[in-house]
């Protein structure tokens, strides 16, 4: 959980990118998360992210709004759930192609000394294709935040992850899955309470 208001640069790396019986291709993404806690238990999330030269030089961003809840508090783990809609968008010519979707996830975590906390988790990303049909994403990982305080009320942020991707059904005209794995890394800082729960 965001201490109060968080907010992050944020990075992924996916090597090998591609469909089942393509040429693997890297792919990277780089962005701006911002976190608001709206309680005890519940933060949104809004990243917007951008990849201006993957996937044969075609630019890509994305934006993602989540809304997170802890429904478990370190007994013996803490487990957050959250739900929320995403969107990339590629140009094509001089119009832009906009493929959405929504995302439900689960996160197991736990405190590891006063800063550190491992997390293990999973996300189901179905999006809605062009023909109207949904292809689901899905992805499984985990890493490790440590969160120091800097200030009073002020913790910096340092967050290392790797997880797996798989797209079932994405190459709409092959009808074949995707699979990548990627790592990503989170920068920024954390602002509020740092004796908040």
């Known amino acids: 959980m965001a201490e ?39 933060t949104a999330s809004l990243m917007a992210g951008a990849a201006p030269g993957t996937f044969g030089d075609t630019p890509y961003a994305n934006l993602e709004l989540d809304i997170q809840g802890r429904i478990l508090d370190e007994r013996p783990i803490t487990v957050m759930v959250s739900g929320g809609v995403s969107a990339v968008g590629t140009p094509e010519a001089a119009n832009l192609n906009v493929v959405g979707g929504v995302q ?15 997390f293990l988790g999973a996300k189901v ?27 009073p009320g002020t913790r910096a942020l340092l967050g290392v992850e790797a997880y797996a991707l798989h797209g ?19 920068l920024g800082a954390s602002f509020g309470n740092e004796h908040r729960p």
């Not at 689960?106 to 906390?117: D, E, F, Q």
């Open 104 to 118: 439900f996830g689960t996160v197991l975590s736990r405190h590891v000394g006063a800063n550190l906390r491992p």
């Open 168 to 186: 079932v059904g994405v190459d709409l005209l092959e009808g074949t899955d995707a699979k990548t794995w990627g790592v990503g890394l989170q």
């Open 125 to 151: 990303n179905p999006v809605f294709g062009g023909d109207n049909q949904l292809y689901p994403w899905i992805t499984a990982g985990g890493g490790l935040t440590w969160r120091p305080v800097v200030a």
């Open 4 to 42: 109060n208001s968080e907010l992050a640069a944020v990075a992924a790396y996916y090597p090998e990118f591609a469909a089942e019986g393509e040429n693997p291709a890297d792919a990277s993404l780089v962005g701006l998360q911002g976190r608001q806690r709206l309680g005890n238990n519940v």
